[in-house]
């Protein structure tokens, strides 16, 4: 997938899905910003990509501030003087493996600040991305949406809700931005081997579960990051307003219930 000369912000770059984004696009030719909270660590990632002659600087960016993602939108459009695509990837996936519950024990300060990082920081970024593009008269958005979004998993009601929204949001969005030529898509993947991910699958019994639940393989941040580089690209150029099962099956099937022999089984 050609992202030749493409200048793309990355939002949530400093590890997990947004790291494997901003290599994988700047790999593929694109200008890659490296957006986060975490300072060093997009640093760090951004000058092992120029090491390797391809081009990336890091930015800082808390998506809970639209004071911060202007400033950073300014100094992308300072130094690279447009806006192609935007993969935004930021969240805390250990904030909400640690602290998400059930609605009768789920805090309000906790479903405030999922929603406000994950809902209302999607909002952020994509009107301050969007408005560039507009003016542009293109652009392409990737937000990362979760199967959870669509198909229920007990226990994270803060999470689930605040990404129905970012599905909600990215088809009346799409359908808002199209006179101008911006393209919005979601991706909603299942389980992906992210960091705070992977420990699960460390366990046989949890692997073995979580197998069962994919008719192929979990997948890797670099799998997702491939799907976002063909959105973000020019050959999807008639590609906006969809919400993208990239899940290795897990919302298709019922279970692995072998109600033939030989099925599952070989
Ligand atoms: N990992 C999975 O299994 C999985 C599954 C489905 C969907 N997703 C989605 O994919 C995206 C990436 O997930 P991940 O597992 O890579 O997450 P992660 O928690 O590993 O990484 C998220 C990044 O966002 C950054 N971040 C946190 N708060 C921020 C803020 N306020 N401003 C800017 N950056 C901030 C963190 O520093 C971190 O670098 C998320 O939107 C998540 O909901 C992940």
Redesign the pocket.
């Known amino acids: 997938m050609d992202l030749n000369d493409k200048v793309i912000i990355v939002?949530?770059?400093?590890?997990?899905?947004?790291?494997?984004s901003a290599r994988s696009f700047a790999a593929r030719g694109a200008k890659v910003v490296l957006?986060?909270?975490?300072q060093d660590?997009?640093e760090a990632h951004a000058k092992l990509l120029r090491d390797e002659g391809l081009r990336a600087i890091a930015l800082p960016?808390?998506?809970?501030?639209s004071a911060?993602i202007e400033a950073t939108v300014a100094r992308t459009l300072k130094k690279w003087q447009r806006i192609d695509g935007l993969m935004?990837?930021?969240?805390?996936?250990?904030?909400?493996n640690n602290n998400d519950r059930r609605i009768t024990e789920l805090d309000e300060a906790v479903w405030d600040r999922v929603i406000d990082?994950?809902l209302t920081?999607t909002y952020r970024v994509v009107k301050a991305v969007g408005n560039v593009m507009k003016d542009q008269g293109k652009g392409s958005i990737v937000?990362?949406?979760?199967?959870?979004a669509v198909i229920a998993q007990a226990g994270i009601d803060a999470?689930s809700a605040a990404?129905g929204g970012?599905v909600s949001l990215t088809r009346s969005a799409a359908a808002g931005l199209s006179p101008e030529g911006v393209r919005l898509n979601a991706?909603?993947?299942?389980?992906?081997?992210?960091?705070?991910?992977a420990e699960f699958l460390e366990v046989p019994e949890k692997r073995k579960v979580f197998d069962d639940m994919h008719l192929m393989d979990i997948?890797t941040?670099e799998d997702?990051a491939d799907y976002a580089a063909f959105l973000l690209s020019d050959q999807a150029r008639i590609v906006t307003g969809a919400i993208h099962m990239v899940?290795s099956g897990y919302t298709c099937f019922k279970g692995k219930l072998a109600l033939r022999e030989g099925i599952y089984t070989n």
Request: aromatic share 6%.
């Open positions: 939002t949530g770059a400093a590890q997990g899905l947004g790291e494997a957006a986060d909270i975490r660590a997009i960016m808390d998506v809970t501030s911060s935004h990837s930021a969240m805390s996936a250990e904030y909400i990082l994950v920081g937000l990362t949406a979760t199967v959870d999470y990404k970012v991706i909603c993947p299942s389980f992906i081997t992210t960091p705070d991910q997948s941040p997702i899940d």
